[in-house]
Nanobody, 113 residues
Framework: QVQLVESGGGLVQPGGSLRLSCAATGFPVSRAGMSWYRQAPGKGRELVAS???????TYAEFVKGRFTISRDNAKNTVYLQMNSLKPEDTAVYYC???????WGQGTQVTVSS
Protein backbone atom coordinates (compact mmCIF):
# COMPACT_ATOMS: atom_id res chain seq x y z
CA GLN A 1 0.00 0.00 0.00
CA VAL A 2 1.34 3.40 -1.00
CA GLN A 3 1.64 5.73 1.97
CA LEU A 4 3.36 9.05 2.66
CA VAL A 5 4.00 10.35 6.17
CA GLU A 6 5.35 13.87 6.70
CA SER A 7 7.17 15.13 9.77
CA GLY A 8 9.44 17.95 10.83
CA GLY A 9 7.05 20.87 10.91
CA GLY A 10 6.83 23.31 13.79
CA LEU A 11 7.19 26.89 14.93
CA VAL A 12 10.27 28.80 13.82
CA GLN A 13 11.32 32.44 13.88
CA PRO A 14 11.76 34.43 10.68
CA GLY A 15 15.14 33.68 9.16
CA GLY A 16 15.23 30.24 10.70
CA SER A 17 15.37 26.79 9.14
CA LEU A 18 13.39 23.56 9.18
CA ARG A 19 13.76 20.24 7.42
CA LEU A 20 10.62 18.38 6.47
CA SER A 21 10.67 14.65 5.91
CA CYS A 22 8.35 12.48 3.85
CA ALA A 23 8.69 8.79 4.66
CA ALA A 24 7.32 6.61 1.88
CA THR A 25 6.10 3.02 1.98
CA GLY A 26 4.87 0.79 -0.82
CA PHE A 27 7.20 2.06 -3.54
CA PRO A 28 10.83 3.16 -3.99
CA VAL A 29 11.33 6.93 -3.92
CA SER A 30 14.50 6.46 -5.98
CA ARG A 31 12.41 6.10 -9.14
CA ALA A 32 9.45 8.23 -8.19
CA GLY A 33 8.48 11.72 -9.17
CA MET A 34 7.79 13.47 -5.87
CA SER A 35 6.66 16.95 -4.93
CA TRP A 36 6.08 19.19 -1.96
CA TYR A 37 3.00 21.41 -1.92
CA ARG A 38 1.76 23.87 0.65
CA GLN A 39 -1.54 25.41 1.61
CA ALA A 40 -1.80 28.60 3.63
CA PRO A 41 -5.00 29.53 5.51
CA GLY A 42 -7.66 30.73 3.11
CA LYS A 43 -5.56 29.92 0.04
CA GLY A 44 -5.33 27.12 -2.48
CA ARG A 45 -2.68 24.43 -2.50
CA GLU A 46 0.46 25.47 -4.39
CA LEU A 47 3.45 23.59 -5.72
CA VAL A 48 6.69 24.28 -3.87
CA ALA A 49 9.26 21.87 -5.32
CA SER A 50 9.58 18.64 -7.27
CA UNK A 51 12.18 15.94 -7.83
CA UNK A 52 12.09 13.39 -10.62
CA UNK A 53 14.18 11.07 -12.74
CA UNK A 54 17.89 11.30 -12.04
CA UNK A 55 17.40 13.94 -9.34
CA UNK A 56 16.07 16.65 -11.59
CA UNK A 57 14.69 19.35 -9.31
CA THR A 58 12.38 22.27 -9.92
CA TYR A 59 11.25 25.05 -7.58
CA ALA A 60 8.58 27.67 -7.36
CA GLU A 61 9.98 31.16 -7.80
CA PHE A 62 9.03 32.16 -4.28
CA VAL A 63 11.34 29.51 -2.72
CA LYS A 64 14.24 29.45 -5.18
CA GLY A 65 17.55 29.83 -3.39
CA ARG A 66 15.95 29.13 0.01
CA PHE A 67 14.47 25.61 -0.21
CA THR A 68 16.08 22.36 -1.36
CA ILE A 69 14.31 19.12 -2.21
CA SER A 70 16.27 15.88 -1.96
CA ARG A 71 15.85 12.17 -1.28
CA ASP A 72 17.61 9.44 0.66
CA ASN A 73 17.02 6.18 -1.18
CA ALA A 74 18.32 4.06 1.71
CA LYS A 75 15.72 5.58 4.04
CA ASN A 76 13.09 5.80 1.29
CA THR A 77 12.49 9.38 2.34
CA VAL A 78 12.13 12.71 0.56
CA TYR A 79 13.20 15.92 2.29
CA LEU A 80 12.50 19.61 2.01
CA GLN A 81 15.22 21.75 3.56
CA MET A 82 13.81 25.22 4.20
CA ASN A 83 16.17 28.09 5.01
CA SER A 84 15.66 31.82 5.46
CA LEU A 85 12.04 31.23 6.35
CA LYS A 86 9.56 34.09 6.10
CA PRO A 87 6.16 34.59 7.75
CA GLU A 88 4.54 34.07 4.34
CA ASP A 89 5.96 30.52 4.30
CA THR A 90 3.46 29.64 7.03
CA ALA A 91 1.31 26.81 5.71
CA VAL A 92 0.54 23.13 5.91
CA TYR A 93 3.13 21.32 3.78
CA TYR A 94 2.16 18.17 1.91
CA CYS A 95 4.20 15.45 0.27
CA UNK A 96 2.85 14.14 -3.07
CA UNK A 97 3.66 11.21 -5.32
CA UNK A 98 3.01 12.29 -8.90
CA UNK A 99 2.36 8.92 -10.56
CA UNK A 100 -0.40 7.76 -8.21
CA UNK A 101 -1.57 11.22 -7.06
CA UNK A 102 -1.01 10.16 -3.46
CA TRP A 103 -0.96 12.79 -0.71
CA GLY A 104 0.46 12.70 2.77
CA GLN A 105 -1.47 14.02 5.75
CA GLY A 106 0.50 17.27 5.92
CA THR A 107 2.70 18.95 8.50
CA GLN A 108 2.20 22.47 9.85
CA VAL A 109 4.95 25.05 9.46
CA THR A 110 4.52 28.35 11.29
CA VAL A 111 7.01 31.18 10.87
CA SER A 112 6.51 33.83 13.51
CA SER A 113 8.40 35.86 16.08
Amino acid sequence: QVQLVESGGGLVQPGGSLRLSCAATGFPVSRAGMSWYRQAPGKGRELVASISGPDITTYAEFVKGRFTISRDNAKNTVYLQMNSLKPEDTAVYYCYRILTTTWGQGTQVTVSS
